[in-house]
């Protein structure tokens, strides 16, 4: 049927460019009696009739090349112009090549050769692309259009869209597409001020964000959307501030990270969180490229199952890895990861404690990874400071036999997931990361495996982060607890975290301690205070705040950087590169010695001494020469 009506077009088309050339003559009626109006010239009415069916046949198998034919005209799109575009240009220059090496006029003893007139060719093109392109519009406006009963079903929700770019305008175009949501778009608002007073598919563009809250106060509005992907949290507080203020319910569109993948529907709304109120600008990255070195690898992800673990398993599996190894000693999150990347790519899901020496190594040997990330560590700092054997064993000497095996077993790169508490550390748990950073650092500098330590500082949702603890406590009624009134933490979400880590991984040269740029810090209290309100209630009257105190080890503001370290820029933005002097690598050889055997032996004290005394070691790189005995070398290599 669609073929039916294109030739029905095209050959529309063909008729009347003779017609409009020929100053309104009929092309091949001049045999028909009783049909009024000028005729056309006899040669020019055999031109038409010649060469009608071969301008069919042609741009018909042109659309068919184009492949016009294997989608419905109601699901038309800008795309699908473009293609219309090309094609009807490709067919008039076929037809134009046709006709120039063929003159289809029957020679008499008193006719010569007729050429086609060039104006008949302009006009061709472009009435076809009028008569083509918008047949496919004027289906899908007609199946777009609301019935009677549908407009009264949907009076009941009348919404304003925060947003008339592309997120806007596909969501708006996505309400009207689907009548059964009963949304009734009642106008837009949008910041560029070329948009004020236009109407973006019928709808009105009533003003700006400042103007929110008038808009909000002179109409019935029922519900806001957000439809502002890449709008930094400042944005998306100072609507919802706006709302909650009108009494409004206010939902938003995911943000740039959430929306990698699919296009944007009305089913993505969902009510804005905290996450959404961060007063900084989101992570961008073309992920593509970044990742492009984990395509077709073996890459193992250790504490698989945990917040950071199971979305690093998430974005690895995007960039086509040949394998993904799993490797959790938790069991049921070792399972829930797996049972959510299932058939995205092969995965390999391992239970394994990574302070098994021999079962790691079994697992390099059997499995051959070319890339690691080490995400397995105990993170709790209260926990830590209550168990810290356990925080020595599992994050500094798991780290050290791991980076050794990679080293022997041929890993090419080997990223540790790092934090910002390993940074002038006060507690047991930052120690041990601090730790994991200067292993990782002397590490490379025998081995061609490319080390790297990736240090950020929060990540909301994860299950290290205030933000559960302040959703439990909110859920319970109260109180909320904060330790300063004036503490401030850096946030990050784990999508962006992530995202950031892969990428610095690619650019490792062997080493680096990696910083990603947390943005500015947030106040514990305007975090608690937010999700407060993001909860439908009022922070100190619906829900309390109560300030208990610093805990021991627990510093008033973090830091990214040590005070010894020299901050460099890479080519990529967010990612900075902290360089300072080494520690000595014998040093660090026998201070994990001391500790295995403080650890073996269950002596609490002396393995807390012993790790901050190997911390304290550093050795001047101008003054001494590097030493021959690498940190790990066995006792007969030495010998």
Same mark, same amino acid.
């Given at each position: ?27 091949? %009626? ?70 120039? %090496? ?35 519009? %004027? ?66 563009? %009533? ?433």
């Amino acid at each position: 049927m669609q073929i039916l009506v294109d030739g029905v077009l095209v050959a529309l088309a063909w008729w009347l460019a003779f017609s409009f050339r020929f100053d309104g003559a009929l092309p091949g %009626l001049s045999g028909i009696s009783g049909i009024d109006g000028p005729k056309l010239q006899p040669q020019y009415d055999r031109l038409f009739r010649y060469t009608l069916l071969v301008v069919i046949a042609i741009k018909l198998l042109v659309f068919i090349a184009g492949r016009f034919y294997t989608k419905w005209w109601r699901f038309t799109s800008m795309r699908d112009l473009q293609s219309v575009v090309v094609a009807v240009l490709i067919g008039s220059l076929l037809v134009t090549t046709v006709l120039a %090496l063929w003159h289809p006029v029957h020679r008499g003893p008193r006719e010569v050769v007729v050429g086609l007139p060039r104006g008949v060719l302009v006009l061709d093109f472009f009435i076809t692309l009028t008569l083509v392109g918008g047949a496919r519009f %004027l289906v899908r406006s007609l199946v777009e259009r609301p019935g009677r009963s549908d407009l009264v079903a949907r009076r009941g929700r009348e919404v304003l869209i925060c947003g008339a770019g592309d997120a806007g305008n596909t969501l708006l175009r996505d309400i009207q597409r689907n009548r059964a949501l009963g949304y009734n778009p009642v106008g837009l608002i949008d910041d560029d001020p070329r948009k004020a007073g236009l109407r973006v598919q019928g709808v009105r563009v %009533l003003g700006a964000r400042q103007d929110l809250k008038a808009i909000l106060k002179e109409t019935k509005i029922d519900e806001v959307l957000i439809a502002m992907p890449s709008a930094p949290g400042s944005v998306r507080r100072e609507i919802t501030d706006a709302c909650r203020a009108a009494g409004v319910k206010c939902r938003t569109l995911p943000s740039l990270n959430e929306l990698i993948a699919g296009e944007v529907t009305v089913r993505m709304l969902r009510d804005v969180s905290v996450e959404d109120l961060l007063g900084r600008a989101p992570v961008r990255i073309e992920f593509e490229r970044v990742s492009r070195y984990l395509n077709g690898k073996t890459v193992l992800v250790t504490g698989a199952g945990g917040s950071i673990g199971s979305e690093l398993c998430r974005q690895v599996l995007r960039a086509g890895p040949a394998a993904l190894i799993m490797i959790d000693h938790a069991e049921n999150n070792l399972f829930e990861i797996d049972r959510q990347v299932s058939g995205r790519g092969r995965t390999i899901p391992i239970i394994a404690d990574c302070r098994d020496h021999d079962l790691m190594e079994r697992i390099l040997v059997e499995h051959r990874p070319s890339i690691v990330f080490h995400a397995a560590a105990y993170k709790h700092v209260p926990m830590m400071e209550l168990n810290p054997l356990q925080a020595v064993d599992n994050n500094a000497l798991a780290t050290a036999s791991l980076t050794e095996l990679a080293s022997i077993h041929g890993v090419e790169r080997f990223c540790l997931i790092s934090t910002d508490k390993a940074v002038e550390p006060k507690t047991i748990m930052g120690a041990t990361k601090a730790l994991g950073e200067r292993i990782v650092e002397s590490r490379d500098r025998r081995s061609a495996t490319r080390f790297a330590a990736v240090r950020f500082g929060n990540v909301l949702g994860s299950s290290g982060s205030v933000v559960p603890i302040f959703r439990q406590q909110i859920a319970a009624g109260g109180p909320v607890t904060v330790t300063d009134a004036e503490m401030t933490r850096y946030f990050m979400t784990i999508p962006e975290a992530v995202q950031l880590v892969i990428e610095a991984t690619g650019i490792a040269e062997g080493g680096d301690i990696f910083v990603l740029d947390m943005g500015d810090p947030v106040r514990i209290m305007d975090l608690a205070e937010n999700m407060i309100r993001l909860s439908g209630r009022e922070p100190g009257r619906d829900i309390a705040i109560e300030v208990v105190g610093i805990r021991p080890g627990e510093k008033l503001h973090e830091e990214l950087f040590n005070l010894d370290e020299h901050v460099q820029t890479t080519r990529y933005g967010r990612i900075l590169r902290a360089t300072r002097p080494a520690l000595d690598p014998v040093a660090i050889r026998v201070g994990l010695d001391l500790l295995r055997e403080r650890v073996d032996a269950g002596d609490r004290s002396g393995a807390a001494d012993v790790l901050w005394r190997t911390l304290s070691v550093r050795r001047d790189a101008a003054d001494e020469p590097e030493p021959q005995n690498t940190m790990f070398e066995t006792k007969e290599d030495t010998a």
